[in-house]
Every structure is written in structure tokens, then in C-alpha cells.
């Protein structure tokens, strides 16, 4: 009844619980190989979030990096150039 108010993620807690209850079986194992695998899935998780990360970012640096870059080293570069001429 757990797993289907709370999801799929618990079934495995519960089967452990449950066979450990209904059999004896130790309890330890089950959950540190329960534990190993919510860990495995939660750094599966945050490395596919951080490999989106740069696609995510790469419209908010060009539309704000590049017009500044080009500000800071292009205008000075036209501007110099206008005055070269006008001599």
C-alpha cells in the first residue's frame, strides 16, 4: 500500500522491509545496496543537469559577453582609426 501512495521509488525500501520482516533476512545489506543506488541515481541526475548547463548558457553570454567585448575592443579600435583620418 506505501509504494502506491508514495510512488515507485519507495517499492524497493518496502520489499526490503517487507523481507526482512516476513523472513529474517538482514536488514543492513539491503539498505546499504538501497542507499548505493539513490546515490548512483541522484549523481546520475546532477551530472545530466551539468552537462545541460553550458547549452543553457550559451544565449545569456553571447547576447551580454560579446556587445561588451566588442565595446571594449572594437570602439576603441574605430575611434582611433576616425581620428587617424581626420589628421
Known sequence: DLPSRTGEAVRPLVAALVASER???PLVASLER???????DRRRRAEEAA????VKLLFPLVTCTLPAFGLLTVAPLIASAVRSLRF
Not at 552537462?51 to 553550458?54: A, D, F, G, H
Open 23 to 25: 523472513y529474517g533476512a
Open 51 to 54: 552537462r545541460k548547463v553550458p
Open 34 to 40: 538501497l542507499a548505493d543506488e539513490v546515490r548512483r
